[in-house]
């Protein structure tokens, strides 16, 4: 496994600027302003699922596997088979996650700019273009996601603190018009780490192993 300084050189980062103040009234009424937005991301994963014609059969699948898009099986029996990963595969699966995580900023309160269907602003995520032939396992891409199932656990931990955490950071800016500074690092550790996984597990771009840390 990795260890925290080799997960700087992990092929998917993700950093946030840091706002240095958050505007009270957007905050308040942030659960109500990120619905718009949620419905268009909800419908590209739905959309996705009914191409594969699975979305009214494989609800939980389409919930554990929704970060990767339609692409996740194809990706692996690709990777099993030929040895290959399509790059426009790999292209969707970027530009879905970097709007997804934007929304995600938005609403745990990151950020407070409206996400943007295509532009970067301040969340700037990326994943690096594997090298199939060479860097990736034929067979691994079957069991990755028992080999993260330790992964699986503290994030499931992680998100709830993240819950609780969230309210504290709603309250402060309504008091305060900043975000405090711990706060913000954690929850973006916390989607760091979540990206990593998900890179490894879902998204199917490296067999290097996520550390378990919160650290760039």
Do not use: C
């Not at 069991?143 to 656990?153: R, S």
């Not at 992680?158 to 955490?165: E, K």
Request: cysteine-free.
């Amino acid at each position: 496994m990795e260890s925290s300084i080799e997960g700087a050189t992990y092929p998917a980062t993700i950093e946030i600027d840091y706002p240095e103040t958050a505007g009270r009234l957007t905050a308040f009424f942030r659960i109500f302003a990120v619905i718009p937005i949620a419905i268009i991301l909800g419908s590209l994963f739905r959309g996705a699922w009914q191409i594969g014609g699975n979305a009214a059969n494989n609800g939980g699948t389409y919930i554990a596997l929704g970060g990767a898009g339609i692409t996740t099986i194809p990706a692996l029996l690709m990777i099993l088979f030929r040895k290959k990963y399509p790059r426009w595969w790999f292209d969707w699966n970027l530009a879905l996650t970097r709007f997804s995580t934007k929304i995600g900023a938005y609403a745990l309160l990151l950020r407070h700019e409206y996400p943007s269907t295509d532009e970067e602003q301040s969340v700037h995520l990326n994943l690096v273009y594997p090298d199939a032939h060479n860097d990736l396992s034929r067979g691994l891409p079957l069991v990755k996601w028992f080999l993260a199932i330790p992964h699986f656990f503290v994030l499931a931990f992680l998100g709830i603190a993240v819950f609780f955490v969230s309210i504290y950071v709603w309250f402060t800016i309504l008091f305060t018009g900043r975000n405090p500074r711990g706060a913000f690092d954690f929850v973006v550790g916390v989607m760091r780490w979540g990206l990593r996984v998900e890179a490894y597990a879902a998204l199917l771009i490296t067999d290097k192993y996520p550390p378990f840390s919160l650290q760039p």
